[in-house]
């Protein structure tokens, strides 16, 4: 089932996940329900609904990898903003993912 509003969705975001530093203290975690703080790394994944329509939904960067719509991402590149993140948050990221890639992180 796919309407044209949904369709649309997938045309406007054509990508599975975002990443950047929160301005706000205003977005909330999907997974752990917590508040994501200003300033921290926070991840989008855009989720897409029983319509078919795509919805974002905010984690933490240690919260997003236990849902499974990241088993989605092939590779980091795919993650929209990394690019612009420093190095030490950028190679965070990177060890964290190959250990979910891996299966040896739980």
Excluded: M
């Excluded at 919260?63 to 948050?89: H, M, N, Q, R």
């Amino acid at each position: 089932l796919t309407l044209n509003y949904a369709k649309k969705t997938w045309r406007d975001v054509p990508h599975d996940a975002e990443v950047d530093v929160a301005p706000r203290s205003s977005s909330s975690c999907r997974q752990c329900h917590k508040k994501v703080h200003k300033s921290s790394l926070r991840i989008r994944l855009w989720l897409q609904c029983h319509k078919g329509c795509k919805n974002s939904a905010y984690f933490h960067e240690e919260c997003v990898w236990y849902y499974p719509e990241t088993y989605k991402l092939d590779s980091l590149e795919e993650i929209i903003g990394i690019e612009k993140l420093s190095k030490a948050p950028r190679e965070q990221l990177k060890l964290v993912f190959f250990q979910v890639k891996k299966g040896t992180r739980s």
